[in-house]
Nanobody, 121 residues
Framework: QVQLVESGGGLVQPGGSLRLSCAAS????????MGWYRQAPGKQRELVAA???????NYADSVKGRFTISRDNAKNTVYLQMNSLKLEDTAVYYC???????????????WGQGTQVTVSS
């Protein structure tokens, strides 16, 4: 199986920055897409940003120009640099990875436990 461990959440003032990290470990054969989702209280989980193994990125309209997703394939790690944070960015942020595992070579989605990001003055 695959474990995803997130770090970097916290409390920040509006306009501030945070950097989230998510490291994948376990019986990994290969990792395909990786991404970040978020869920605010009373709302559905939504895609924030995603990145393919080749580096192609995709962002939610609400974060374009403020957030940057990147990954280090050698470390099986994905990052989310969040700048110009707004009150509405407050949510639990979840890491996601589509991975093929050994020995089954099955492909499925894996999720981290979530990290809280709170934007408040």
């Amino acid at each position: 199986q695959v474990q995803l461990v997130e770090s970097g959440g916290g409390l920040v003032q509006p306009g501030g920055s945070l950097r989230l990290s998510c490291a994948a470990s376990g019986s990994i054969f290969s990792i395909y897409g990786m991404g970040w989702y978020r869920q605010a209280p009373g709302k559905q989980r939504e895609l924030v940003a995603a990145i393919t193994s080749g580096g192609t990125t995709n962002y939610a309209d609400s974060v374009k120009g403020r957030f940057t997703i990147s990954r280090d394939n050698a470390k099986n790690t994905v990052y989310l640099q969040m700048n110009s944070l707004k009150l509405e960015d407050t949510a639990v942020y979840y890491c996601n990875a589509e991975a093929k595992v050994v020995p089954t070579l099955r492909v499925r989605d894996y999720w981290g436990q979530g990290t809280q990001v709170t934007v408040s003055s």
